[in-house]
């Protein structure tokens, strides 16, 4: 296997941990202003993400940095392409950003609703925005001969990328009320659950019939063969259904658990279906990019290779270890010292120097 394909497959499973980690706490952001009734409740369902929510962004970070540094031409296009877009994906995740800090600033019930509303707002623009922008890839984008784009904002909007968007936006919300059942207790965790069973139907169908239309897509534009997307999208599909099985039966670990495998199938029915192409060209096909002819030099992608082989696993371990010191419940009372070891230590130092 070269060095393009494998690189091609990181920057894919990158993609994937990026929309199943942020996917739920996207989720959770666009539930704020319906689960929350109470801003106990509200700070409860921040706390739920609070400790990971911005090592999940890395993902997304390593993603763009992985691309970059492994195919520089197709960064070049797809940056160029979608520069309106990731502007606005841009703006959106720094609103985001300021809203998990800002809205604890003042008491003001008008100013906590603008920051709620504004954590919301983003989490589905983001979702929405990176639906469409993935989807473009496979669909086929106005590529000339030299692989710029030749397009305009409008070239990005099709039935098949809108459809996309706003399937993307319903899984995650699944997947964040996936979440939610499994992290809070009390009235909040029984909402949550609520939801996510009201949602399991429609997500189910929504993420089915968009993995079915990558493969179709796959098949006319980028003249792949049906069963190397149908697998993953198979797969994908399945896992979802179970998933809404087991959210109606009130399995909030297993529902979160196939809830992320769909996802996981989505993506890579995406990117199965892109392989061996990177982008697409609407215009002339022969100008699309390709693993090929968008890679880095041979000894560029054996350099940030052994650079990704050393540290990759050290950014796995340190997250894995985040998520398991800051794996259980929350509640709309609070934090209390069984449930977060930090807040405990913290609580104890204070205790301490009182005496």
């Excluded at 941990?17 to 666009?30: H, I, R, T």
């Excluded at 992985?66 to 609103?95: E, K, N, R």
């Excluded at 998933?243 to 495998?261: D, E, P, W, Y």
Aim: glycine share 10%; aromatic share 12%.
């Amino acid at each position: 296997m070269s060095l393009e394909v494998v690189w091609f497959i990181l920057i894919a499973v990158l993609w994937t941990g990026y929309f199943v980690l942020e996917g739920f706490d996207f989720g959770v952001g666009m539930l704020l202003p319906f689960l929350g009734r109470t801003e106990e409740d509200r700070k409860a369902m921040l706390n739920s993400i609070g400790p990971v929510w911005d090592g999940n962004e890395v993902w997304l970070i390593v993603a763009a940095g992985a691309t970059f540094a492994a195919f520089p031409l197709w960064y070049a296009t797809m940056f160029s392409g979608f520069y309106l877009a990731l502007l606005l994906i841009l703006v959106c995740l720094i609103l985001r950003v300021l809203s998990f800090d800002w809205r604890g600033r003042s008491e003001s019930p008008r100013w906590q609703r603008f920051w709620t509303r504004a954590n919301a707002v983003c989490s589905a623009g983001a979702s929405l925005v990176w639906g469409v922008a993935l989807a473009n890839l496979i669909e086929g984008l106005p590529i000339g001969s030299d692989h710029h784009y030749t397009g305009s904002v409008l070239d990005l909007f099709s039935p098949f990328t809108i459809f996309s968007g706003l399937a993307t936006v319903l899984l995650f919300l699944f997947h964040g009320s996936g979440f939610l059942s499994l992290r809070a207790v009390g009235e909040l965790g029984e909402r949550a659950a609520t939801t996510a069973r009201r949602l399991a139907g429609p997500a189910v169908l929504a993420g089915t019939v968009l993995m079915i239309w990558i493969v179709i897509v796959a098949v006319e534009n980028n003249a792949r063969g049906v069963l190397g997307p149908a697998v993953p999208a198979a797969i994908g599909s399945l896992a979802l259904s179970v998933s809404a099985l087991a959210a109606f039966r009130g399995r909030a670990g297993v529902s979160f658990t196939f809830g992320a495998i769909g996802i996981a199938g989505y993506t890579a029915t995406l990117f199965t279906g892109l392989f061996p192409r990177v982008m697409v060209s609407s215009t002339d096909f022969a100008s699309s990019l390709s693993t090929a002819n968008a890679a880095a030099s041979d000894y560029s992608l054996t350099v940030i290779t052994i650079v990704a082989g050393v540290l990759l696993p050290v950014i796995l371990a340190y997250q894995g270890w985040s998520y398991w010191v800051f794996r259980h419940r929350v509640s709309a009372g609070g934090f209390d010292e069984v449930s977060n070891p930090i807040e405990a230590l913290r609580r104890r130092s204070e205790r301490g120097g009182e005496s």
